[in-house]
């Protein structure tokens, strides 16, 4: 390709966390590393449910988020989702569900019915994609993108199938509109597939393999549940396999704000979290009835 390689700054393992009973494992944030602007948390998921009771009992019940995008990918099973603005979808293996949170929604995430009724598994990543300020008081947006539905793309070799989510690569155009300049990609490979992809200079670039392994050009192996953080320069990224894998190129342009976290809500102040806090109380996100 002609371009300088990119390096790896930090090579980062999911951690299993418990979030309040539910385990998932996280590479990012970790307490040397809070984000990689604009990627705030990747929570990697594998559960299995089962029939003993209904999917609208089980998951993760109506909660709210303001001021940021939480995307979920569906590597396994099924996850259903529904919000206070009215969506009720059910997203299946290898489907995306993208909500921009914007000024305040109410959602759950649970496993389909069917999926609980064969005690079935379900396996997802959950990626927090931060919104700049003047999009964190819009009405929410949520868009699903079925199997259908995605741009796609090969590399050379024909072994490395690319769904484009969000950005322009190659003169395609992913289907989701995002609030900031990012690049996503989610790849399925072929043993011995090979893939380069370039980078938007000036963008923050992290690669997490969900399964398989990968050697990449200028490092060396990388193993499955584990999260490359690239340095900024460089363009070209590298990588070849060994045997049949999976992983998400995430690269976005930073943001460059102040960031005040605290729970579901992502804003600029403390002030603002607070606002929200007292926005949600009093319903002002909307209300969720799951029946």
């Known amino acids: 390709m002609g371009k300088e390689t990119k390096s790896v700054k930090y090579l980062l393992p999911a951690v299993e966390v418990d979030m309040g009973g539910f385990l998932v494992k996280q590479p990012l944030p ?46 396994e099973g099924e996850v259903w989702h529904r919000d206070s603005r009215g969506n009720n979808q059910i997203a299946k293996k290898g489907e995306v ?4 949170a914007g000024a305040g929604i109410v959602h ?55 769904k484009l ?11 989701i509109i995002p609030q900031s300049e990012l690049l996503i990609i989610w790849g399925e490979a072929q043993k011995n597939g090979i893939q380069k992809y370039l980078v938007p200079q000036g963008f923050n670039c992290l690669l997490y393999l969900i399964k398989g392994s990968l050697l990449l050009k ?3 192996l990388i193993e499955k549940e584990h999260l490359a953080i690239f340095d900024k320069g460089g363009e070209s990224i590298e990588i070849s396999f060994d045997e049949n ?7 976005g342009k930073p943001i460059d704000e102040e960031v005040s976290q605290y729970g579901p809500y992502v804003m600029n102040t403390q002030t603002e979290i607070m606002e929200a806090m007292r926005d949600y109380q009093m319903g002002k996100m909307g209300i969720l009835i799951e029946e």
């Open 245 to 251: 894998s999976q992983f998400l190129l995430l690269a």
């Open 30 to 75: 970790t307490k040397r590393i809070q984000q990689v602007d604009p990627f705030l948390l990747l929570h990697h998921a594998n559960t299995k449910y089962n029939n003993k009771k209904l999917a609208k009992n089980q998951g993760i019940g109506p909660h709210p988020h303001r001021g940021f995008s939480p995307v979920t990918f569906v590597i």
């Open 218 to 220: 200028g490092y060396g």
């Open 165 to 175: 989510i969000a950005g322009n690569y190659e003169n395609q155009k992913g289907k």
């Open 108 to 162: 759950s995430e649970r496993p389909s019915q069917e999926l609980v009724d064969k005690n079935g598994r379900q396996e997802i990543i959950q990626l927090w994609i931060n919104s700049p300020s003047k999009k964190k008081r819009i009405p929410p947006e949520y868009y699903y993108l079925s199997s259908e539905n995605m741009t796609t793309f090969t590399s050379n070799d024909g072994m490395v199938n690319n």
């Open 97 to 100: 569900q993208w909500m921009h």
